[in-house]
């Protein structure tokens, strides 16, 4: 527990973005060979561990290394010395559980049955090198069979594991879009194309499309949060910008949102007679845990304080790309108490270091028990 805490520690006071963590990685090499292990390097700031028992097939553990770009104000000893970065999402906390296996690996000396990659992934929040990750061809290289990811959750009680199979976190995209109307004088509006009730038109649209065009049954979250659009009270806005996202859990609707979205633009442009630009890619696919594995993975879970999830979640993550490529099983570890209250990517996220004991315990179960499929 001691060396857990410091781990948390020493990380949560070094964070940094995406693909920029350099420090991060030098810290995590270096307690990784003071165990004894030779790491390699994976998407440049990643690192990774294979530890050969001489098993035909290998099952994978994987951690998020970044950080966030949020201004920490948390008064605690170990706060962030890296201004307006922080572990804001619990990065920190992963690291130090997979740091945790990779000491009780060491030390047993349990007959496995797999051997094992511990893997240490950067750029989690952006741009989800998770794709790099299994484009740089480890997992065929030592054959790995199956995957398993956690991430700390303050809405779910502190030392609770919670999971569900099936859709437990969406696909999401971020929308841009851009309407250039024509510029007038307030006081000569048919000379101009007015862009700002062209963008309540469209949101308005968007939201009947939803309701609409949308089983009840398929969850859908399409939220427009940023309009911006005009310089002066009385001229006609030549352009305004909407910002938006879009999540579900199915890769084919949301396709056909993005579609309809491009037939609902359509239309605008020819009634009003105006541009529209926008754009909607895929950023992660949404996580689906194997309902094959999770069968055996809820036996070694159901040994803990376990809740099983009837509802998946809205938020996304890109371990979805693991699993896109292999079996695997993400899950929660709730961090949730009364002395930290406060949601993940906020500016007071702390949780308390003893939780992480129930996420090494679970591991190394999973490690020694799990029969993959």
Not at 85 to 104: E, F, T, V
Not at 150 to 178: F, N, R, T
Not at 191 to 207: E, F, K, L, N, R
Request: charged share 20%; aromatic share 10%; net charge negative.
């Amino acid at each position: 527990m001691d060396e857990l805490k410091k781990w948390r520690r020493d990380l949560h006071q070094i964070p940094e973005l995406g693909l920029k963590e350099y420090q991060t990685a030098q810290y995590l090499r270096h307690e990784l060979e003071k165990m004894g292990y030779q790491w390699e390097s994976v998407v440049e700031t990643g690192t990774y561990v294979y530890i050969d028992y001489g098993c035909p097939s290998t099952i994978a553990f994987r951690s998020d290394i970044d950080a966030l770009p949020i201004e920490e104000h948390n008064q605690v000893d170990f706060v962030s010395r890296h201004p307006g970065y922080m572990h804001a999402c619990g990065h920190d906390g992963h690291m130090s559980a997979l740091l945790g296996l990779a000491k009780r690996l060491k030390e047993s000396t349990y007959a496995f049955r797999y051997n094992i990659l511990l893997l240490f992934q950067p750029a989690e929040e952006s741009p989800g090198a998770a794709k790099l990750v299994v484009e740089s061809g480890i997992f065929e290289k030592y054959h790995v069979k199956t995957i398993f990811g956690m991430h700390l959750m303050p809405q779910i009680p502190e030392g609770y594991i919670a999971c569900k199979s099936g859709p437990l976190m969406a696909m999401c995209g971020e929308m841009d879009v851009a309407i250039q109307g024509r510029g007038a004088h307030a006081g000569l509006p048919q000379d101009g194309v007015d862009s700002i009730m062209i963008a309540h038109h469209a949101y308005m649209q968007y939201q009947t499309m939803i309701s609409r065009h949308i089983s009840p049954f398929a969850p859908v979250v399409f939220n427009i949060g940023q309009i911006q659009g005009g310089t002066a009270r009385n001229s006609i806005a030549t352009q305004t910008q909407m910002h938006g996202t879009l999540r579900c859990y199915d890769e084919a609707l949301f396709h056909q949102i993005t579609n309809e979205i491009q037939a609902i633009h359509d239309g605008l442009m020819k009634t009003y007679d105006c541009q529209i630009e926008w754009s909607c890619p895929p950023m992660y696919p949404p996580v689906i845990n194997h309902p094959e594995l999770y069968l055996q993975w809820k036996e070694l879970a159901a040994q803990t304080r376990f809740i099983e999830l009837q509802e998946p979640l809205m938020l996304a993550e890109d371990f979805a790309f693991y699993q896109k490529a292999l079996p695997g099983i993400f899950f929660f570890l709730g961090t949730g108490c009364d002395e930290y209250q406060s949601g993940l990517h906020t500016e007071t996220f702390n949780f308390h270091e003893e939780v992480l004991q129930v996420a090494v315990d679970l591991y190394e179960q999973i490690a020694m028990h799990i029969k993959g499929v």
